[in-house]
């Protein structure tokens, strides 16, 4: 069994007019543009409409940033700060009644 590489290039196509050097999806930059088919504006007397145009890019996958933890060691426990209707007992005030 042979372990496949993931591929840092790859072609998206897209009715999205992009430029090279935009990113998509945040993780993507174009780097090559052809034009599939061209826009067309449409007719309204007729009853056509616009129709966008189809374009292919090839992208390339941006470098990922690793996500930084903290270097104090332990973290802090933190109390909750919203919702949850339960307390422990010793953050509850005791109310005494008595009924004579």
């Given amino acids: ?29 174009i780097t090559a543009r052809t034009v599939i088919a061209e826009p067309q504006s449409g007719d309204p007397q007729r009853g056509v409409p616009p129709r966008f145009g189809i374009y292919e890019y090839e992208v390339k996958a941006l470098p990922i940033a690793a996500p930084t933890s903290p270097t104090g060691g332990k973290r802090k426990q933190h109390e909750p700060s919203v919702g949850g209707t339960r307390r422990e007992a010793s953050s509850v005030p005791i109310t005494v009644r008595r009924l004579s």
Avoid at 16 to 24: L, R
């Fill in 1 to 29: 069994m042979t372990a496949t590489k993931m591929s840092l290039n790859k072609t998206i196509h897209s009715r999205s007019n992009k430029n090279i050097g935009d990113v998509i999806e945040e993780r993507w930059e």
